[in-house]
């Protein structure tokens, strides 16, 4: 079992940056994937950016590369940087854990995923 704990969002303006973290409880975390997911008012969730475990694999959705980065520590936490932030990235960030194989289409799907934090609230204004 895995509990996770956003922290880290907030209202900031067009082009600013952020750091989201997600806290894991859990001894087994280093053995879990973990992904960053949004979802905007109306929208359905989607997927930002994962990462393997150890580190190993990095994964990115098309709207997050080249201005988010995913990283983890031996503290039990992930983070998702966040650059150059636009009014489309507003959403709900959620964090979550998953086992399982290590592919792009795994990390980027939201059912592989059976832990999920309750999310964190960033907002960008134009």
């Known amino acids: 079992q895995v509990q996770l704990v956003e922290s880290g969002g907030g209202l900031v303006q067009t082009g600013a940056s952020l750091k989201l973290s997600c806290a894991a409880s859990g001894r087994t975390f280093h053995s879990y994937g973990m992904g960053w997911f949004r979802q905007a008012p109306g929208k359905e969730r989607e997927f930002v950016a994962a990462i393997s475990p150890f580190g190993r694999n990095t994964y990115f959705a098309d709207s997050s590369k080249g201005r988010f980065g995913i990283s983890r520590d031996y503290n039990n936490k992930v983070f998702l940087e966040m650059h150059s932030l636009r009014p489309e990235d507003t959403a709900v960030y959620y964090c979550?854990?998953?086992?399982?194989?290590?592919?792009?289409?795994?990390?980027?799907?939201?059912?592989?995923?059976?832990?999920w934090g309750q999310g964190t609230q960033v907002s960008v204004s134009s």
């Open positions: 979550a854990a998953r086992g399982g194989p290590d592919n792009s289409y795994s990390y980027s799907t939201a059912g592989e995923y059976p832990y």
